[in-house]
């Protein structure tokens, strides 16, 4: 049964929709350069006001081990995702800073960068087309034989989400943020479309 995550949260209105629609996760984005960027403290403040049983993700990008663990206890955070260059020395060193679970995200540009997740160290991983956010798919055919859980990413929208949960490997989750936007911001609807449409493929195909 596909999970979903809605990446890319910022606002308090936001929080509403998820706590109306409740998602299995939602994102943080704790990388600068993105416009979906936001601090620790009003990521916690946000985690606040979630409801329970809805996981919270920190979205890093080549972040100092210490700010992210210090990130996580200020944000209350239940998973790290890693959207930069981290290597798995980086990953086992941040396991003596934290007890979460941890993400490592490929960027898939030849079906060579699929199999390299097959290796990762990490508790999860996921497969995504582009920068964080910048709404990019990518060449689905190149997931080949997946033989573990994985996260999809990149430009998921409620018009691309049924060929998503039908590929083989199927994914473990889907992951979108900018595909759900109307004016930068979660669009209830398009929100409501994109996870009523997973739940709704699951009972179908139960």
């Known amino acids: ?36 960027f936001i601090s620790p403290e009003h990521a916690g403040y946000l985690r ?25 206890e200020v944000a209350g955070l239940n998973m790290i995702q890693l959207h930069g260059d981290e290597t798995g020395e980086y990953v086992a060193a941040l396991r003596e800073y934290v007890r979460c679970p941890i993400m490592k995200v490929y960027k898939v540009a030849k079906p ?5 997740a097959l290796y990762s160290t990490a508790d999860y991983v996921m497969l995504d087309g582009g920068n964080a956010g910048d709404g990019k798919t990518f060449d689905w055919s190149m997931l080949g ?5 994985f996260f ?8 691309n989400m049924t060929q998503a949960l039908l590929l083989d490997p199927k994914p473990y989750a889907l992951n979108a943020s900018s595909g759900l936007e109307s004016r930068r911001t979660k669009d209830y609807r398009k929100v409501m479309k994109f996870i009523l449409g997973v739940r709704n493929f699951k009972k179908s195909n139960a």
């Open 48 to 72: 606040s006001k979630l409801r329970p049983g809805i996981k919270s993700v920190g979205v890093f990008s080549n972040e100092a081990l210490k700010n992210v663990a210090l990130t996580v």
């Open 152 to 159: 999809l990413s990149g430009g998921l929208t409620p018009e």
């Open 1 to 36: 049964m596909v999970k979903v995550k809605i990446c890319g949260i910022c606002h308090e209105a936001e929080i509403g929709i998820m706590n109306e629609l409740t998602p299995d996760f939602v994102g943080f984005v704790f990388v600068k350069k993105s416009r979906h």
């Open 112 to 116: 060579q960068d699929a199999e390299k």
């Open 145 to 149: 034989r997946m033989r573990r859980k």
